[in-house]
């Protein structure tokens, strides 16, 4: 049976729902059309990886009024998340939203791509709700390198910079052994990586605090640390968590003080540069006890590196393309934690990592099968390691990158290892948008464009489109560039258009890894 998805509650009026509500039951909940939603005799959805809200391209309002009236809470925290299944999180899309609610995981604010807007509206349907029985029991452990709560320890052979001299940017090649780990990959798969923050950072909000940094204090499960190591290893002193902000109010010992950390704590600092070191800066009377103030800091998590490189050609080891963050504000610089870690000080050391596989991003298994591949800046990092499992399958189908970054001359990442493939016919294609190089800033949607009769040929010849890269501002022009191309050179009208990339996302022919 299929049931009624736009509850009345809905900002629409009754002839908009309902019209809605037939378009969704169409596309999304008819009973055996392939990847569409279907519901049992109970009214519930057989699978969520399929519901009508589970589209990263749907604004949050969107997506939350796609939930069936009256569903399981579960629903409305699953549409709440970004919808991308990054694994950033540590799970998919639908796992967080599980592990929110059956008390197993209780951080509300671990979806990246989702930030704060996510966070806040999980944090309001929780409050709402009413709170949840934490689980009586975690769940096993996965096998070591295959859970991000069981990493493997591994080396770190090799990092190196990318970019020529005078670069905007900084980018680094990072190899990683896996000798001895078991572990194996395919390319589109992403790494976690474990980092610590920066050991002048801790060193500061040490000595803010006023605290020595010998004194031992308690993290996760009882563990005793000092308190440095507790900082460098296992707390996020860049991001001030609500109850930290709440906890610093709570204990000021001036009342203006005391108010304006309330404010911030009823606020958020989600939009704002200011880390840990910052807040205790400018207010020197909130000086807590140092176990209550670890106790409220939130944990340092993984991060999340597409993988560049393919375990044909690279048997035991694992590579990483990583830009590396650093920017001034609030007159300091500011560091990226894991890439500046990864950059600055993981080299010759062994680090915590865990493999994070793709749910639908892959190499096709035919190969030949062709496929384009749109991958700015660090974007283009899975394709490397496309491009080495084609080369060593000796794939037939064709292949069509599109590459961007400002400067060619400086910021062209493994322009030697990319014209190579072109010589060797694994790379059929080779579209560069360098956007300070001209008169007028050119990206790789212009080219998109540019090239789109190839474009739409290639399409048409059942090529397989994947975008990699920033979700806010890059995968959404392509996006539409590439919605350009099918009505330009397909004939299509906007409608049309749309329609052709869902049956293309149908059918695992559209693939994004977009952060």
């Known amino acids: 049976m299929n049931a009624s998805v736009i509850p009345r509650s809905a900002p629409f ?21 392939a990847g569409e939603a279907t519901t049992g005799d109970d009214g519930l959805l057989d699978d969520l990886d399929s519901a009508p809200w589970h589209d990263m391209d749907l604004p949050l ?15 409305r925290i699953m549409a709440a998340m970004a919808q991308q299944d990054c694994g950033q999180c540590g799970y998919d899309c639908k796992g967080y939203a599980q592990a929110l609610v059956e008390g197993r995981e209780p951080e509300m604010g671990l979806c990246v791509p989702g930030g704060p807007t996510t966070r806040k509206q999980v944090k309001a349907l929780f409050e709402a709700h009413g709170p949840v029985a934490a689980a009586a029991e975690a769940a096993p452990l996965g096998p070591v390198g295959q859970d991000p709560r069981n990493p493997w ?32 990959y395919r390319p589109g798969d992403s790494l976690g990586v474990y980092p610590q923050n920066d050991p ?68 958020g600092l989600d939009d704002s540069p200011l880390d840990v070191f910052d807040v205790l800066r ?18 340092l998590r993984p991060r999340l590196y597409s993988i560049a490189s393919s375990q044909s050609m690279h048997p035991e080891e694992v590579h990483l393309t990583v830009g590396v963050v650093r920017y001034e504000a609030e007159a300091r610089q500011r560091k990226g934690v894991a890439s500046n870690f990864l950059a600055e000080r993981a080299a010759g050391r062994e680090v915590p990592i865990y493999l994070q596989p793709a749910k639908d991003f892959a190499v096709p298994e035919d190969d030949r099968t062709p496929i384009i ?46 014209e190579g493939y072109l010589e060797a016919g694994t790379l059929t294609r080779l579209a560069t948008a360098f956007s300070r190089d001209g008169e007028r800033k050119v990206y790789v949607q212009d080219r998109m464009r540019e090239h789109g009769a190839e474009l739409w040929s290639w399409l048409q010849a059942g090529a397989c489109f994947y975008v990699c890269g920033d979700a806010e501002h890059m995968a959404p022009a392509v996006d539409t560039a590439l919605r350009d191309v099918i009505r330009e050179h397909g004939g299509a009208d906007e409608e049309s258009a749309r329609d052709y990339l869902r049956k293309l ?9 977009v952060y």
């Open 505 to 513: 996302a149908r059918q695992g022919r559209y693939q994004r890894d």
């Open 61 to 75: 309002e969107e997506r939350m009024a796609l939930v069936p009236e009256g569903g399981p809470f579960l629903y």
């Open 153 to 184: 320890h591994a080396p770190v052979n090799s990092v190196y910079a990318l970019h020529g001299e005078g670069a905007p940017k900084d980018t680094r090649h990072v190899v990683i052994d896996l000798a001895g780990s078991g572990l194996t």
């Open 282 to 299: 400018r207010h020197p009377s909130a000086r807590p006890d140092v176990q209550a103030f670890v106790d409220r800091l939130g944990r």
């Open 373 to 418: 591949m749109v991958g700015p800046g660090t974007g283009i990092a899975p394709f490397r390691g496309f491009l080495e499992e084609r080369h060593a399958r000796g794939a037939s189908g064709g292949a069509w990158l599109f590459f961007g970054n400002p400067h060619r001359e400086s910021d062209f990442l493994y322009q030697e290892e990319l």
């Open 13 to 33: 009026s009754e002839q908009q729902r309902q019209w809605l509500a037939a378009i969704v039951s169409e596309r999304f909940l008819n009973p055996g059309g």
């Open 200 to 267: 002048a950072l801790v060193a500061s909000v040490i000595g803010e605090l006023g605290a020595a940094a010998e004194t031992e204090v308690t993290v996760k499960a009882g563990i005793a640390l000092r308190l440095d190591e507790a900082l460098r290893d296992w707390l996020d002193i860049t991001a001030p968590s609500d109850e930290v902000l709440e906890l610093l109010a709570a204990v000021a010992g001036d009342a203006g003080e005391a108010r304006a950390l309330a404010a911030l704590a009823e606020e």
